[in-house]
């Protein structure tokens, strides 16, 4: 059977009888090195695929470091292509950990990880352009929060990964946080501390996206089916836009002894209200970052996924996995547990808190 496989395997040779190439231009265009002529690039890649060829990954390993070697005496770059330097992150969190461990990981495989923004190209041609003339072949994507991905981005001239994929997802494999199990694992670790009248506040973005409706479906199979026999609370969903007054009539109408938050938004918004946290009102949230308080809650995982996209990455690389190669395929990362000294037992909430 391996015989078989190996008298039939399409090898560099075939292609480039097809194509009117030598061998070493093959290995070039399939490389994508910008040493080959576009049009060239096409026309391989063209024979390629008519011929059914795959690539072998342990050559395409030695085949990478012949033609690094040769091409180029720097690291080979990557490219993490983020959506704008003007968004407002608050609502996702903070990016400065993901940015640092994916150019920590990057380095670690011998890349370099150089960060772009769309929002400084035209369009997106013009980004792919600058991209292809740095000898960049490897991209991480960062979320797409406010504007529908420009359609100019020819995904077969990269290898690409989404890194904690937004509303509007590329069709790529990605990386994000396993966000169902993350709020079962937060709602779990506040019904283990005794808490009775636990109610969750969940961000909302202002368009459809399918990570507000996860959370969202995790919420109520805890309510409804994992402890069908505590008090189901309505869930408090908030935006930019809410005042930190609505949280607190929100707890107190509520009666509520534990709140699990979508972000530090609500932490900070409950102090506000005056709540003394955890005297009055338990606490745990979703999107924890050390240096964003004293929360207990579940780690917001950017940097995880962030090393997670990078290896994914340099697996595709070596496979010359171009184009949108199993779009619908995402790697989650296991949530993780952080103790902060937000949430203890058996509390409950004043409600009149000074």
Known sequence: MDAEKRKTRVGHREIARLAGV???????????SPLIAEATVIRVREAARSLGYRPDPTLAVVAAHRWRREERAVEPILALVEETRRLERT???????????????????????????RDDYPNSGSLERVLRSRG??????????RNPPDP???????????????????????????LFA??????EKIVASGHRRIGAALYEHDVA???????????????????????????????????????????RKNNLDAVLGFNSAVYWNLIREGFQIPNDLSYAELHVQPHNGPQSGVMAGGAQCAAEAVMMLHRALLANGYGPVFPGISHVVSPVWVEGSTLVSTHTVSKSPA
């Open 182 to 187: 993350g709020v079962l694992l937060g709602w």
């Open 91 to 117: 609502d996702i969190g903070e990016q400065v950990d993901p940015i640092r461990a994916l150019k920590e990981k990057a380095s670690e495989l011998g890349y370099q990880m150089v960060v772009f923004y």
């Open 152 to 178: 100019e981005l020819d995904w077969n001239k990269f290898v690409s990964v989404a890194l904690t994929p937004g509303p509007y997802r590329p069709p790529i494999p990605s990386v994000m946080i396993d």
């Open 136 to 145: 960049i072949r490897g991209l991480v994507i960062g979320a797409v929060y």
């Open 22 to 32: 030598s061998q070493s231009t093959v290995s070039r265009a399939l490389a994508d």
């Open 209 to 251: 996206f399918l990570d507000d409706d996860i959370r969202a479906s995790a919420v109520e199979c805890c309510q409804r089916r994992r402890h069908p026999k505590l008090p189901v609370i309505p869930t408090f969903h908030f935006n930019h836009d809410t005042p930190h007054s609505e949280f607190g009539e929100w707890v």
